[in-house]
């Protein structure tokens, strides 16, 4: 097959791509790849770039590592997809296994499914059909806490922030959720205690009707990359358990190494009642998530009518996903990660401590392998991106933010 020329592609995706957030014929042009290796993407033009947004913060490893790599070619020889209806097979065992190794002792159960979203939406779904199996089919609506965000499909949606969690155009269609004020303090060092009140009230006046408690745990991601003290979480999960609401972390952009933790709750040692892993799960290479609950969440939807859980994705557990996920997990593990995000996160606080004086800087916030330069006015993405790309790197502002993860 003939190759396309990057004229060629441009001229495609001008006349029929539709890109994330954008309109059709966008200002923007999109940038053509034509590959990938490393920390680099190669443009059409030629240019070598770093990616400093890890694709959209899931490249762990880089491009084109060769034992992931050789992770797939091994399994499509073997098997590229099988449904998981009626059928197993041992990427989903071995994987399953290693999630439940790693993450809290009390998560046991794992359901497989196709993308982040997707991951929180079977969460939600899990614990309103966990109450609706203990007969409490008024426990209806959750709790989120502001500046969240957990993906773009409905039930998601309908957690994000109504103000700025970009889905505001829905706000009359979206089931109503109670959303409470999100903690101000970065660090238990500057905790205050007033900082967990508005979820306490509201759990203390609605907890009849909530059926769980969603938040990101440490870092509020594309909400704005905020950061918050671990010692919310300690008084969340204390609050969940006090008036039995379920709590639900969203670790889709925290988990695997990027806060310094391998999980972000374990900044807090907390255990939620259900966890959404994505992103970096496949290092990624192929599009997978998984949520995770305790057996009291899963026994009680499985042994009450009816008697399993309502979702099962066509692409559930796919073989070539998992093997991929597997290879990329110990990849990380066989390293010194700690160590290394210990170090990328003192690079970048030098790199980006000398813009906190600056007059249009409204903040710099450093945490693991995030680094943040918080602007007072929104930046022009045009303009900011050709600058970033003639200095050799790749990155992606979103409003007020400039960001690496």
Known sequence: ????????????????????????????????????????????????????????????????????????????????????????????????????????????????????????????????????????????????????????????MAVCDPVNGMHHLFADVLPKHHFVDAPTCPSDEE????????????????????????LEPIVQGAGGMRFYAPEYLRQARALCSEYGVLMIADEIATGFGRTGRLFAVEHAGITPDIMCLGKSLTSGYMSLAATLTTRRVSEAISNNPPGALMHGPTFMANPLACSVAIAGIELLLSGNWQQRVAGIEQL?????????????????????????????????MAVTQKILLDHGVWLRPFGRLLYTM
Request: glycine content about 8%; hydrophobic content about 40%; aromatic content about 8%.
């Open 1 to 156: 097959m003939t190759s396309l020329t990057p004229e060629q592609i441009s001229e495609i995706d001008r006349e029929h791509l539709w890109h994330p957030y954008q309109p059709m014929h966008g200002a923007v042009p999109p940038y053509v790849v034509s590959s990938a290796r490393g920390v680099y993407l190669k443009l059409g033009d030629g240019r070598e770039v770093i990616d400093g947004m890890a694709s959209w913060w899931c490249m762990i490893h880089g491009y084109n590592h060769p034992r992931l790599n050789q992770a797939l070619h091994e399994q499509i020889d073997k098997m590229a997809h099988v449904m998981f209806g009626g059928l197993t097979h041992e990427p989903a065992a071995r994987l399953a296994n290693k999630l439940v190794e790693l993450t809290p002792e009390a998560l046991q159960s794992v359901f497989f499914c196709d993308s982040g979203s997707v991951a929180v939406e079977v969460a939600i779904k899990m614990a309103l059909q966990y109450w609706i199996a203990l007969g409490e089919s008024g426990k209806s609506r959750l709790v989120t806490i502001r500046n969240g965000y957990h993906g773009d499909t409905f039930a998601t």
């Open 191 to 214: 905790w205050d205690a007033s900082q967990i009140e508005p979820l306490r009230q509201t759990l203390e006046r609605h907890h009849q009707e909530i059926a769980a408690l969603i």
């Open 348 to 380: 970048l606080w030098q790199g980006l401590k000398g813009f906190a004086d600056h007059p249009a800087v409204a903040d710099v916030r450093v945490l693991g392998a995030i680094g943040v330069v918080e602007m007072r006015e929104p930046l022009d």
